[in-house]
């Protein structure tokens, strides 16, 4: 799919700023296996990098200019200066993740040079999937490259897409879309401790199949939901005394609110239910234990149900068609910040064939549209593809 991209970025390149790119550099979307609304209470997630990315073409240029071509989005083109202050647009348009990365790079004290880039993906966008962090980290590894800046670690290149992401095009997001697609690892999902920033790479069983449907539910409300979670989370924590719900465990959380207001109990117990269920499910998936993994999603859906109430009746009849399907073998379950969005489900290829018929069979959504099917490999985290040498090297 890379290759595909690579080949579209750089035929745009050529053709808009004439030569070829120095260097082509890649970062993925993901999707979350389990740990939902967990990383911004510092506790646990289980996402892994797909084979979907964002790739761009860059090429130093002598002055302060950045000019920016967005093949997906009508060959639109940005300008700037580096020099000059940067002001994202009202709307979440996409300059505004290109303009974030370089305000915070910038912000933290990295002296960029003038560059042409150009940009091309093929990660779904509005779909859950992480398509505007693969495309911050994108943007963040074409300047790593074109200067050498061994400091930016991919840790480091992903607080500072959170940066751009929090404070520049105002999104509130915690730390794990962008860690992942700084991060990822082939074959693996990756066990992240949204607190330390530790990861371990847990291997997919070699038969395991990922399967990605988006319900196509037209998301409303994604931003002022997502923030009053995090609000209730974070008056949760307050009310135990702790410093986020990630230190807290099910004894002291107990049976019942008490003085705590009944919603914000829900909410705390989603998300300290959650970190065990993405800890357990680790272990699962690296026993290759389908039976186990699909109980602890099921189990997570529910709580993202019932708990959090984060997910929509056409997301809860798609998980529940699926989950006929699977049985035990494996499992299903809402994935990303919820209200639409993507569900996905681990279980074998054979199984993962009969869902997608299943779905297409039985599945609408509100405005009557299919789902959207897609088998994912997990896919290394952002880096290089080519450089100018290599790309010679390899022509016929
Ligand atoms: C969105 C955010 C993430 C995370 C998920 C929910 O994807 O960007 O930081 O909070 O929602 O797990």
Redesign the pocket.
């Known amino acids: 799919m890379t290759t595909t991209l690579e080949q579209r970025v750089r035929r745009s390149f050529a053709e808009t700023f004439s030569g070829p790119p120095d260097l082509v550099v890649q970062a993925p979307g993901r999707v979350?296996l389990i740990?939902?609304?967990?990383?911004?209470n510092d506790g646990f997630?289980l996402p892994c990098a797909i084979n979907f990315a964002t790739v761009v073409g860059a090429r130093m240029r002598p002055d302060r200019l950045v000019r920016v071509l967005a093949v997906d989005q009508g060959g639109e083109l940005d300008e700037f200066l580096l020099d000059e202050p940067l002001l994202a647009r009202a709307d979440s348009h996409w300059s505004g993740y290109v303009r974030g990365m370089v305000w915070a790079l910038q912000g933290a004290g990295f002296r960029l040079c003038g560059a042409d880039l150009v940009i091309a993906g093929d990660v779904p966008q509005g779909a859950?999937l992480?398509s505007s962090?693969s495309l911050e980290l994108a943007i963040g590894q074409a300047f790593k490259q074109l200067l050498g800046l061994d400091a930016l670690t991919p840790a480091r290149l992903a607080l500072l897409a959170q940066k751009a992401e929090n404070e520049f095009v105002g999104?509130r997001?915690?730390?794990?879309?962008q860690m992942i697609s700084a991060c990822g690892v082939a074959q693996h999902a990756l066990l992240l401790d949204c607190r330390s920033l530790e990861t371990r790479a847990v291997p997919l069983p070699t038969d395991l199949a990922v399967l990605i449907i988006n319900s196509n539910v037209r998301r409303g409300l994604v931003d002022s939901e997502?923030n009053l979670r995090r609000e209730q989370c974070e008056a949760a924590a307050r009310h135990f005394g702790v410093k986020a719900l990630r230190d807290l465990d099910s004894a002291q959380l107990g049976s019942e609110p008490g003085t705590l207001d009944a919603l914000v109990w829900r909410r705390a117990r989603h998300v300290v239910s959650e970190n065990a269920r993405t800890l357990s499910a680790a272990e699962a998936l690296a026993a290759g234990d389908l039976n186990r993994l699909g109980v602890l999603m099921a189990a997570s859906h529910a709580s993202m149900r019932d708990d959090f109430e984060i997910t929509t009746p056409a997301i809860d009849q798609l998980v529940a068609l699926i989950a006929a399907v699977i049985g035990t073998q494996g499992g299903v379950r809402m994935t990303?910040?919820?209200f639409g969005g993507c569900v996905v489900a681990l279980t074998t290829a054979p199984l993962a064939a009969l869902a997608m018929q299943r779905v297409a069979e039985a599945y609408r959504s509100p405005d009557s549209l299919p789902g959207t099917a897609f088998l994912c490999r997990a896919a290394d985290g952002a880096g290089l593809l080519a450089t100018m040498s290599t790309a010679a090297e390899e022509a016929p």
């Open positions: 979350n740990g939902e609304h967990t990383d911004y997630v859950g992480s962090a999104c997001c915690g730390i794990m879309d997502y990303g910040g919820g």
